[in-house]
């Protein structure tokens, strides 16, 4: 006899099968996205994404603190509907990954061989689909999602080998994330198909997963979290920039670029256009992951403890620090509040892992090499990150001369000219912000670099300057006994 947990599960698997398939037949989704200037695949994508807080509620109501196996099932059908509803049969893709995951941990166990047989086949799977679905313009297609779960697979691998090694030579961080147990099927399946986070994201542990199961990730322990007011809020913040992007994305175009009319504009113009584009085509990204971070945060799973006041945290799965994204007037500022989690990601398994190789600008190089591959194999994503490792190293530098400069340090810490530097600052940053996005967005070499060239390559031009007279600079302004007491 069905328990009603079991009913539960069965309900929630009937209505969202329902609501897909009502979406499908009626074919309302082509009329509302031609009404609203958007493809039918990014209104499918939207939707799927704002259908998890129904799911999380009805998560809180009827599935906290029940069986396991039941909120596995739940997340599993849930992420394969939405799967179904976006790729339709090309879900096959993730489910072939995911199974043979679940084989490689089972049959290599906790071993090296068995973490660089997952990163090389999960990778590889990812690439080759990138290069038979690759166009010269962004679809959302399978492969969007499929990227986020090779980063999850990846991870699980890796946290799955450290759980076999001496607890004591791992780090803090390591003994955080390591999996303790042989995680099952259901387990991986659940986690991966996480309705949260399996289309855009965020990335998230294994144990924190295992911790939302066990009803372990609440600020009331045995109760259901008090996490509806800071998942509204999240919602409302990414509604404002959703409204936002859909008022103003026909007015600010990535096709402007590549239009006569832009390349006959004076010099300024097009370096004042590509700044206002380079900063509004992020918000297309910071509405997808307020979203889920709020779907999160409404389930448990963005719960992170308890600050110094004993108020509880929900940024466990915070993918954007929107306050910091705004204001910062450097570059590292925006990389440390944009896709953090992701970031996040990259540092704790690649970057790091890199530490035999003794330079940490090597393992930098190298983490920006996966990063770009990872999004695709456009010549776009190489070029994009390739300025983001050249960009970080000249900021550092100059952060360094106007450090240790007393001339320079005296002038930066003049009250009144403050705002002055701050608005000079922010005009390089989001010019070359604009400048990295361009190739980024437009993908191919003959698009990136039609625009680069109207622009004279001034983000190349400025920067490799800057890397090789900054050195020669700080010479001059830093006094060698600035230096020999910085030796000592």
């Not at 990730?217 to 404002?240: E, H, Q, W, Y």
Request: net charge positive; proline share 3%.
């Amino acid at each position: 006899m069905a328990t009603a947990a079991d009913q539960d599960a069965e309900t929630a698997a009937k209505l969202v099968a329902g609501v897909l398939r009502v979406a499908v037949e009626e074919h309302w989704l082509g009329k509302l996205s031609a009404y609203l200037g958007a493809s039918e695949q990014a209104l499918r994508l939207i939707i799927s994404i704002f259908l998890g807080y129904p799911l999380a509620l009805f998560y809180r109501q009827f599935l906290f603190y029940k069986d396991c196996y039941l909120i596995h099932l739940f997340h599993i059908v849930t992420g394969l509907s939405i799967a179904y509803f976006n790729f339709g049969n090309q879900l096959y893709h993730s489910l072939i990954c995911v199974v043979l995951q679940f084989l490689v941990l089972r049959l290599m166990g906790r071993t090296v061989t068995a973490v660089l047989t997952t990163f090389f086949f999960q990778m590889a799977y990812l690439l080759a689909g990138y290069f038979y679905t690759a166009t010269d313009t962004y679809d959302i297609k399978w492969t969007m999602p499929h990227c986020v779960l090779t980063l999850k697979l990846i991870g699980l691998a890796v946290d799955y080998y450290d759980g076999g090694k001496d607890w004591n030579s791992l780090s803090v961080e390591q003994q955080k994330y390591a999996i303790l147990r042989v995680p099952s099927l259901m387990e991986i399946a659940g986690f991966s198909y996480f309705y949260g986070g399996f289309l855009v994201g965020p990335q998230f542990s294994m144990n924190n997963y295992m911790k939302l199961v066990h009803g372990q990730m609440t600020d009331v322990p045995g109760k259901k979290s008090n996490s509806i007011l800071p998942a509204l809020k999240r919602l409302s913040l990414g509604l404002f920039y959703l409204v936002g992007y859909t008022l103003l994305s026909p007015y600010i175009t990535e096709e402007y670029l590549l239009s006569q009319d832009y390349e006959s504009r004076p010099f300024w113009f097009r370096c004042l256009y590509m700044l206002v584009w380079g900063k509004f085509v992020l918000y297309k990204y910071v509405t997808c992951w307020l979203v889920t971070e709020g779907v999160c945060i409404l389930t448990g799973l963005g719960f992170s403890g308890l600050d110094e006041k004993g108020q509880p945290l929900w940024n466990a799965c915070a993918n954007m620090k929107i306050w910091l994204f705004e204001t910062t007037p450097r570059f590292t500022g925006t990389i440390a509040s944009f896709n953090i989690n992701t970031n996040a990601w990259v540092a704790r398994y690649i970057f790091k892992r890199l530490k035999f190789l003794g330079n940490k600008v090597v393992s930098q190089g190298l983490s920006l090499l996966f990063l770009a591959l990872w999004h695709g194999l456009h010549s776009g994503y190489l070029i994009c990150f390739q300025m983001e490792f050249l960009i970080v190293i000249v900021e550092r530098q100059v952060a360094r001369l106007i450090t240790e400069s007393p001339v320079l340090s005296k002038l930066a810490s003049i009250t009144a000219l403050q705002p002055v530097f701050y608005l000079v600052q922010q005009t390089i940053h989001w010019l070359f912000m604009g400048y990295s996005m361009t190739a980024f967005c437009l993908f191919t070499w003959d698009k990136w670099f039609k625009v680069y060239k109207s622009v004279y390559f001034l983000g190349h031009v400025f920067f490799l300057s800057l890397l090789f007279i900054l050195p020669y600079v700080h010479k001059i302004l830093v006094p060698r006994k600035e230096k020999l007491k910085k030796a000592e």
